[in-house]
């Protein structure tokens, strides 16, 4: 299990405890405050992905010294992990709010509106939550394209989480200073700014899940379609062989291979059980 399921899980998944939904944490002044911040200065994130690729030119020891520290302080304020679809499932079976939210990330590296976020909460009329998030409705990301909160029965947001994976976008949760839980992101690399800093620059903001994926290749017919849609680069072929197999030391557990499978070869297996990939977070 990782850190935060240690330091906040109770023995379980940290993101299967239903108390880092609650409103009680959101009782916190200093963690409404910002999370007000975090969606009414989304060009913030601007001015982080800039630094992001200035850093990526600086000397390796300082690189290394600032990283750490950013890292340090997002695991204290807004750190994800991403989850495959069945535990998404599960937490919809205790969260009783959810929100369509356009995306910020995608705001700032594309110029768009794009609904791939969503707020979630314990309460049945989504709590403080939403009335901090609603709050702010209309000026939300402050576009002209910005259609406000759009609410969604747990039918609803399944539905759009598989089509989502079926778009080949890795599912995360984000706590807001943590350890609560407010969201739940559909990620990729070229958009996702937290994604972009973890995979690309090499500056974790969020852990890899708690699984690893695995190929039986009795089962594979070797046609890459796994390959084509891993985020991660985590997927090789063996031309030798005609089947493909995943590094599970470069593997996020994400779950989307086994999505673009027809065959039915991918399974997920826990992390810890993978000896190569159990310390990997
Ligand atoms: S998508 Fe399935 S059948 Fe195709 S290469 Fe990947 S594991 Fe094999
Ligand atoms: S190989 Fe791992 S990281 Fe790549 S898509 Fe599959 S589960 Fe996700």
């Avoid at 108390?19 to 405050?33: A, E, F, I, Q």
């Avoid at 990301?141 to 976008?169: I, M, N, V, W, Y």
């Amino acid at each position: 299990m990782c850190e935060f399921c240690h330091k906040h899980g109770e023995g379980k998944k940290w993101y299967l405890r239903a108390g880092n939904y609650s409103d009680d944490l959101l009782s916190d002044v200093k963690r409404r405050r910002f999370i007000e911040e975090f969606l009414s200065e989304p060009e913030r994130l601007r001015a982080d992905l800039e630094n992001l690729e200035r850093l990526s030119r600086a000397p390796a020891i300082v690189r290394r010294a600032i990283i750490w520290a950013i890292t340090r302080r997002q695991k204290q304020v807004h750190y994800g992990q991403v989850v495959p679809i069945e535990d998404l499932e599960r937490i919809l079976g205790f969260v009783n709010s959810v929100v369509r939210l356009p995306c910020i990330c995608r705001k700032i590296t594309r110029g768009k509106e794009k609904r791939y976020c969503y707020g979630i909460s314990i309460s049945p009329d989504g709590g403080e939550m939403f009335r901090i998030a609603g709050s702010l409705e209309k000026s939300y990301l402050r576009g002209p394209d910005t259609k406000g909160l759009e609410t969604l029965c747990k039918e609803e947001a399944l539905k759009a989480f598989r089509e989502h994976e079926s778009e080949g976008l890795c599912h995360t949760v984000w706590t807001f200073r943590t350890p609560f839980i407010g969201g739940f992101c559909n990620c990729d690399r070229s958009d996702c700014i937290a994604m972009r800093a973890t995979v690309t620059h090499d500056m974790p903001v969020m852990f890899r899940a708690e699984y690893v994926a695995r190929i039986d290749p009795g089962n594979c017919t070797g046609c890459r379609q796994c390959m084509k849609v891993c985020q991660f680069g985590a997927v090789a072929y063996s031309a030798g062989e005609k089947k493909s197999v995943v590094d599970a030391r470069k593997c996020y557990g994400c779950g989307i291979c086994r999505a673009a499978c027809s065959r039915e070869a991918i399974s997920l297996l826990d992390r810890p059980a993978v000896p190569a990939a159990a310390g990997l977070w």
